[in-house]
């Protein structure tokens, strides 16, 4: 039979490899979408919990008529802490970064004299697997009003077992009633 058409063996062969450098291509862009996705998840995880810490803050500290960094006399507490007076009959409101045998964490006191009824707001784990996790708040008083900062890093696992830092830093000012 004459003039009659089909794939050699060549063409035959170049279709599989061009069809197989497609099909790579699309693993290796879903791979890099997935990793990007689950990365950003992570981050914006970290940054609602930062935030909600900070309009837990910026409720209460709304509510008080002043407020003040201090430097408390329990180890448990790392660093300054914020301290506002409330309503009658209760001590005060404190927030500040808690040791938590090794662990801090951002803490909410309903009363600053109890410090065993604790409100975890954001909590950074401090192990081998995560040596660089860090977590301090920071204000500056200003009449009528503090500056805050809350900031740190956490890391999380990913998916090769490597960590991956997420710094987070918050900034903002709340005013006092």
Same mark, same amino acid.
């Given at each position: 039979?004459?003039?009659?058409?089909?794939?050699?063996? &060549? *063409?035959?062969?170049? !279709?599989?490899? @061009?069809?197989? =450098?497609?099909?790579?291509?699309?693993?290796?862009?879903? /791979?890099?979408?997935?990793?990007?996705?689950?990365?950003?998840?992570?981050?914006?995880?970290?940054?609602?919990?930062?935030?909600?810490?900070?309009?837990?803050?910026?409720?209460?500290?709304?509510?008080?008529?002043?407020?003040?960094?201090?430097?408390?006399?329990?180890?448990?507490?790392?660093?300054?802490? &914020? *301290?506002?007076?409330? !309503?009658?009959? @209760?001590?005060? =409101?404190?927030?500040?970064?808690?040791?938590?045998?090794? /662990?801090?964490?951002?803490?909410?006191?309903?009363?600053?004299?109890?410090?065993?009824?604790?409100?975890?707001?954001?909590?950074?784990?401090?192990?081998?697997?995560?040596?660089?996790?860090?977590?301090?708040?920071?204000?500056?008083?200003?009449?009528?009003?503090?500056?805050?900062?809350?900031?740190?890093?956490?890391?999380?696992?990913?998916?090769?077992?490597?960590?991956?830092?997420?710094?987070?830093?918050?900034?903002?000012?709340?005013?006092?009633?």
């Amino acid at each position: 039979m004459i003039n009659k058409k089909a794939f050699t063996l &060549v *063409e035959m062969l170049i !279709t599989l490899i @061009v069809a197989a =450098i497609l099909v790579l291509t699309m693993g290796v862009l879903s /791979d890099l979408a997935m990793s990007t996705t689950t990365k950003l998840r992570r981050e914006t995880e970290i940054y609602n919990e930062v935030l909600h810490g900070y309009k837990i803050m910026q409720k209460h500290m709304r509510e008080a008529s002043s407020c003040a960094m201090i430097t408390p006399s329990s180890v448990s507490w790392i660093g300054d802490i &914020v *301290e506002c007076p409330a !309503t009658p009959g @209760v001590e005060g =409101i404190a927030f500040g970064v808690w040791d938590n045998a090794g /662990d801090r964490q951002l803490v909410f006191l309903e009363d600053k004299l109890d410090d065993t009824n604790r409100e975890v707001i954001v909590e950074v784990p401090s192990n081998n697997a995560f040596p660089n996790n860090t977590l301090t708040i920071g204000g500056t008083l200003n009449p009528g009003y503090l500056d805050v900062t809350i900031q740190g890093s956490k890391g999380v696992a990913s998916r090769n077992n490597n960590v991956d830092e997420i710094p987070f830093q918050l900034n903002t000012k709340i005013k006092f009633r």
